[in-house]
């Protein structure tokens, strides 16, 4: 074989895996834009919330119908808040790489992307599970893209307001077991929405520098100093940790669920503490790491303990 015929077929080899290697990379910035670490604490919420309130027996298929639309919507309203906020991630060192503000995406296709996914979960959810989950998830979509994301721009309270749609996931798995709201409901929604002011405070006192570029109003940018956000992560700490116990007055979890709430929340508190002393981003990162730890540890002891 002769080194003129010899050339095109490398080409013929490597025209394959260069297409192989752009469906590959497209495929992972979609991915990426739904951001899979947080859908993924949104599920277990989520079915934390189905598991404490289905009745004795747990109806499997409608856990996985639940599972199904939450998981769709989830990924298609975090996708659409890249989408409006592709302006403020391309001015953030840690965002700058994200799909649209590398230009790796069209913006339009993340925004028809972001729709289509949550059109089909809130659809999913309404047809297949039922009405009341549907409401609630809408609920969820409409305060965080409309209410929350755009105040990031205008007030610090949009921390607090941002904690009402981060806190639903375990109200729409409790309707989508029992078609209905209840008073423990709420209290699954109260846990989350506190838990939610430290996690929150701890990210932005770590990257306050970078949402002070990005123009955005967060508790540590008005008030540099940190002190404001330091008693606020202390006193919601203290909060959580007497909310926290509430599911056992409501016949939710028992006993082992009442001590793991005590000790994962003196955990939580004792680095927040720590922050209030020390007043380092590096206490800040350990509060951080604690409440990453406290949810998911606190909801499967409330499923292991399920009254």
Same mark, same amino acid.
């Given at each position: 074989?002769?080194?003129?015929?010899?050339?095109?077929? #490398?080409?013929?080899?490597?025209? @394959?895996?260069?297409?192989?290697?752009?469906?590959?990379?497209?495929?992972?910035?979609?991915?990426?834009?739904?951001?899979? !670490? =947080?859908?993924?604490?949104?599920?277990?919420?989520?079915? %934390?919330?189905?598991?404490?309130?289905?009745?004795?027996?747990?109806?499997?298929? &409608?856990?996985?119908?639940? =599972?199904?639309?939450?998981?769709?919507?989830?990924?298609?309203?975090?996708?659409?808040? &890249?989408?409006?906020?592709?302006?403020?991630?391309?001015?953030?060192?840690?965002?700058?790489?994200?799909?649209? @503000?590398?230009?790796?995406?069209?913006?339009?296709?993340?925004?028809?992307?972001?729709?289509?996914?949550?059109?089909?979960?809130?659809?999913?959810?309404?047809?297949?599970?039922?009405?009341?989950?549907?409401?609630?998830?809408?609920l969820i979509v409409v305060s965080y893209l409309?209410?929350?994301?755009?105040?990031? !721009?205008? +007030?610090?309270?949009?921390?607090? /307001?941002?904690?009402?749609?981060?806190?639903?996931?375990?109200?729409?798995?409790?309707?989508?077991?029992?078609?209905? $709201?209840?008073?423990? %409901?709420?209290? $699954?929604?109260?846990?989350?929405?506190?838990? &939610?002011?430290?996690?929150?405070?701890?990210?932005?006192?770590?990257?306050?520098?970078?949402?002070?570029?990005?123009?955005?109003?967060?508790?540590?940018?008005?008030? @540099?100093?940190?002190?404001? +956000?330091? !008693? &606020?992560?202390?006193?919601?700490?203290?909060? =959580?940790?007497?909310?926290?116990? *509430?599911?056992?007055?409501?016949?939710?979890?028992?006993?082992?669920?009442?001590?793991?709430?005590?000790?994962?929340?003196? /955990?939580?508190?004792?680095?927040?503490?720590?922050?209030?002393?020390? !007043?380092?981003? #590096?206490?800040?990162?350990?509060?951080?790491?604690?409440?990453? *730890?406290?949810? @998911?540890?606190?909801?499967? %002891?409330?499923?292991?303990? #399920?009254?």
């Amino acid at each position: 074989m002769s080194i003129t015929t010899a050339i095109p077929e #490398k080409k013929d080899i490597a025209e @394959p895996q260069s297409r192989t290697m752009v469906f590959v990379q497209r495929a992972s910035d979609y991915i990426e834009l739904t951001k899979p !670490r =947080l859908v993924l604490m949104i599920l277990i919420t989520t079915a %934390a919330g189905f598991y404490l309130g289905s009745p004795t027996v747990v109806n499997w298929m &409608q856990f996985l119908h639940t =599972l199904i639309g939450a998981g769709l919507t989830a990924a298609g309203v975090l996708g659409l808040n &890249q989408y409006l906020e592709r302006d403020i991630d391309a001015k953030m060192p840690r965002t700058q790489n994200r799909p649209i @503000p590398a230009g790796r995406m069209c913006p339009m296709k993340a925004l028809f992307f972001g729709v289509f996914l949550t059109a089909c979960g809130m659809l999913y959810l309404t047809v297949l599970v039922n009405a009341m989950s549907g409401f609630v998830i809408s609920l969820i979509v409409v305060s965080y893209l409309f209410i929350y994301t755009p105040l990031k !721009r205008k +007030t610090s309270l949009c921390t607090l /307001i941002g904690a009402v749609p981060g806190a639903l996931p375990p109200v729409v798995g409790w309707v989508a077991a029992q078609g209905k $709201l209840s008073g423990p %409901a709420w209290v $699954l929604f109260a846990i989350l929405f506190l838990w &939610q002011l430290p996690h929150s405070l701890a990210i932005a006192y770590v990257y306050r520098e970078d949402y002070a570029k990005a123009g955005l109003k967060l508790l540590p940018v008005i008030h @540099p100093d940190g002190a404001s +956000t330091r !008693r &606020q992560i202390v006193f919601n700490c203290v909060a =959580l940790m007497g909310i926290g116990l *509430l599911p056992v007055f409501f016949n939710i979890a028992g006993g082992l669920y009442f001590i793991a709430a005590l000790f994962i929340g003196g /955990i939580f508190l004792l680095s927040g503490i720590y922050l209030h002393k020390s !007043r380092s981003t #590096k206490a800040a990162r350990y509060v951080l790491y604690a409440s990453l *730890l406290y949810l @998911p540890c606190l909801f499967i %002891a409330m499923t292991i303990d #399920k009254v």
